[in-house]
């Protein structure tokens, strides 16, 4: 059998080769994914009946570029919403499509169907092969080791025709490539499947902590897709350590854990542990008294090496928290992939989240970079936020430090598609660029796995505003909203200026609405799972975005040029906007 080591080398390898001649693996695997899906309905229309085979690389990626369109996800919902109504003829693949997955956003107002195939997972599992490899460079780990991983699984749904969807994660979780993951890097997830798939946050993360403290000393480092799932769970142990210790010394299971399955998977890995449960009281009482729960992961997990996650992006908020309870362990950041696509490895593990960079990994997708420029005042609190584009560049025209967005073709049926995030090239891996993820670009909303728009906020309250004016005789004057990370759990705040009056009922009604309102799957599932806590509506004082729009004016030149930010992290106007509140609603959406 092949060992660990050699298998690194192996993968490591491979990914040199391909980077060196990076801007040949594009042109290839552009002509691979034209000629798979060769014929297929979406292609014709642009292409038509073009001998795909017949020309060289630069010609067939010249006429791609200048036939097919640049699209978002709209342009090509009609088609997906066809394959997910039934429809078996090739109209994105050649490849059957059998299931979707849920991309984070919306269109129109719907959730996001993305094609998944097996090309899905098997990038995935050479992905995680790859960081591995890059990661054991500077963090090696003891082979049949375990990895107290914070993962979950949300249950999957049919679509009309039939099609089974559900996130990337989900399927990626209820693969052969998951434990073929494990079985390869040889490091195994302390917590069965029935835990990992249990559905409801609190009980699986309350049972991934007992199964990682049950088999402490075995495990090697500790991991979750998003920095804010890992500062949740510790948040958790905070307040339940205690239960946690009692089910330890006695091999039993909190009442608290109710999913039938859940329990009966948990009860036959534990057994009782008089002497462990002793060792972590006596810890956590010291972390609690003394230490404020500093250091909590070494201090428990005595041999891991590192912390790893997403921890760019929006993630970067949790870092202070992440960091205090990591104490003096490495901070590991994951690499760069959507639904869409990977992306980007990290080349350079030894180097602290807010340094990262990810090299592209230019065989798994084409990819075209949008050079983007930023408008004038851009950073203000006035500003709109967007920018100035070019044309689409290809991977061999990239430039070091300038902006793009990223534009992908993929295996699964995606062509020219607008990823919307914003990368910087920082550097280059051999030939192949390194990118530093800036932003989602138009996302305003997010705390964990949820991504909403301006577009998908104003629609949410919109409906609100409506439901206001019919049952009282007030309406919404002005509107902003805040992500608060901050609590425990993070919540979406939105803040109201309203005229007239309204009964309290109406306006509790109202902030049902809104929370209701968002059907982002990400948002849906958190909420669901409470690892985002229920929206909160604020209503205040008449006047007050006007107060707001007054500060701002020395910024921005002139009264008539400001523009009230549809979300905000401006901790001006947040002082404005809490200090003027007059009135507070929570959320029954999801009791």
């Known amino acids: 059998m092949e060992t660990t080591e050699a298998g690194h080398a192996d993968v490591i390898g491979w990914f040199e080769h391909v980077s060196e001649k990076a801007c040949k693996a594009q042109r290839e695997t552009l002509r691979r994914i034209?000629?798979?899906?060769?014929?297929?309905?979406?292609?014709?229309?642009?292409?038509?009946?073009?001998?795909?085979?017949?020309?060289?690389?630069?010609?067939?990626?010249?006429?791609?570029?200048?036939?097919?369109?640049?699209?978002?996800?709209?342009?090509?919902?009609?088609?997906i919403q066809r394959i997910a109504d039934g429809e078996t003829s090739p109209l994105l693949t050649q490849e059957p499509i059998t299931v979707l997955s849920l991309s984070s956003g919306t269109t129109e107002g719907r959730q996001k169907?993305?094609?998944?195939?097996?090309?899905?997972?098997?990038?995935?599992?050479?992905?995680?092969?790859?960081?591995?490899?890059?990661?054991?460079?500077?963090?090696?780990?003891?082979?049949?080791?375990?990895?107290?991983?914070?993962?979950?699984?949300?249950?999957?749904?049919?679509?009309?025709?039939?099609l089974t969807v559900g996130t990337a994660t989900t399927h990626y979780y209820s693969s052969k490539e998951f434990k073929t993951k494990q079985e390869t890097t040889k490091s195994f997830t302390c917590s069965p499947q029935e835990v990992i798939s249990?559905?409801?946050?609190?009980?699986?993360?309350?049972?991934?902590?007992?199964?990682?403290?049950?088999?402490?000393?075995?495990?090697?480092?500790?991991?979750?897709?998003?920095?804010?799932?890992?500062?949740?769970?510790?948040?958790?142990?905070?307040?339940?350590?205690?239960?946690?210790?009692?089910?330890?010394?006695?091999?039993?299971?909190?009442?608290?854990?109710?999913?039938?399955?859940?329990?009966?998977?948990?009860?036959?890995?534990?057994?009782?542990?008089?002497?462990?449960?002793?060792?972590?009281?006596?810890?956590?009482?010291?972390?609690?008294?003394?230490?404020?729960?500093?250091?909590?992961?070494?201090?428990?997990?005595?041999?891991a090496k590192y912390v790893s996650s997403i921890m760019t992006g929006s993630m970067l908020p949790y870092l202070t928290k992440l960091r205090h309870y990591a104490g003096g362990l490495p901070l590991v950041s994951a690499d760069y992939g959507s639904t869409e696509s990977w992306i980007g490895v990290n080349v350079d593990p030894q180097l602290p989240p807010e340094d990262v960079s990810f090299a592209v990994i230019p065989t798994f997708s084409y990819f075209e970079f949008i050079p983007l420029y930023r408008q004038q005042n851009q950073q203000d609190m006035c500003s709109d936020g967007d920018f100035v584009e070019e044309k689409p560049v290809p991977l061999s025209q990239v430039k070091l430090g300038q902006e793009y967005e990223l534009v992908l073709t993929t295996f699964t049926g995606l062509y020219r598609y607008r990823l919307g995030d914003v990368v910087e090239v920082t550097g280059f891996h051999k030939g192949t660029p390194k990118l530093s993820f800036i932003y989602r670009r138009k996302l305003i909303l997010t705390i964990n796995i949820d991504k909403n728009t301006e577009k998908d906020l104003q629609r949410v309250v919109d409906k609100a505003s409506q439901l206001l004016s019919r049952t009282t005789q007030a309406e919404v004057v002005d509107f902003t909203s805040h992500a608060d990370v901050t609590a425990r759990p993070g919540r979406y705040i939105i803040y109201w200026e309203i005229r007239g009056e309204a009964k309290d009922e109406a306006l509790e009604d109202c902030c049902r609405e809104m929370d209701a309102g968002f059907v982002d799957h990400g948002y849906v599932v958190s909420r669901r799972m409470k690892s985002i806590g229920p929206l909160e509506l604020r209503v205040v004082k008449r006047g007050?975005?006007?107060?707001?729009?007054e500060r701002c004016v020395g910024k921005c030149g002139g009264l008539n040029q400001f523009k009230t930010p549809r979300c905000t992290t401006n901790s001006v106007m947040l002082d404005i906007l809490d200090g003027s509140t007059v009135k507070r609603f929570h959320s029954s959406a999801y009791d």
């Not at 979750?224 to 210790?245: G, H, K, M, P």
């Not at 329990?263 to 008089?274: C, D, E, H, S, T």
């Not at 007050?544 to 729009?549: L, N, Y």
């Open 198 to 303: 249990g559905g409801d946050f609190w009980q699986c993360t309350y049972c991934h902590l007992l199964l990682g403290l049950h088999f402490s000393r075995q495990v090697e480092f500790v991991a979750s897709a998003f920095s804010y799932t890992i500062v949740q769970a510790f948040s958790l142990f905070e307040e339940n350590w205690r239960d946690i210790c009692a089910d330890i010394k006695e091999g039993n299971l909190s009442s608290r854990i109710t999913l039938p399955k859940m329990r009966k998977a948990v009860l036959a890995l534990i057994r009782p542990n008089p002497s462990l449960a002793s060792r972590i009281e006596e810890v956590c009482t010291e972390l609690e008294s003394n230490l404020g729960w500093f250091g909590l992961i070494p201090k428990l997990w005595p041999n």
């Open 34 to 79: 034209l000629e798979l899906n060769s014929g297929v309905e979406y292609l014709r229309k642009w292409l038509g009946t073009v001998d795909v085979e017949e020309m060289d690389d630069d010609t067939l990626e010249t006429l791609f570029t200048s036939l097919v369109p640049i699209v978002s996800h709209a342009d090509l919902d009609p088609y």
């Open 113 to 162: 169907y993305v094609p998944f195939t097996r090309h899905s997972t098997q990038t995935t599992l050479q992905i995680f092969r790859l960081s591995a490899a890059y990661r054991s460079r500077f963090y090696p780990i003891e082979e049949g080791g375990r990895i107290l991983e914070f993962i979950y699984a949300g249950k999957g749904f049919k679509t009309p025709g039939g």
């Open 544 to 549: 007050t975005f006007g107060k707001a729009a």
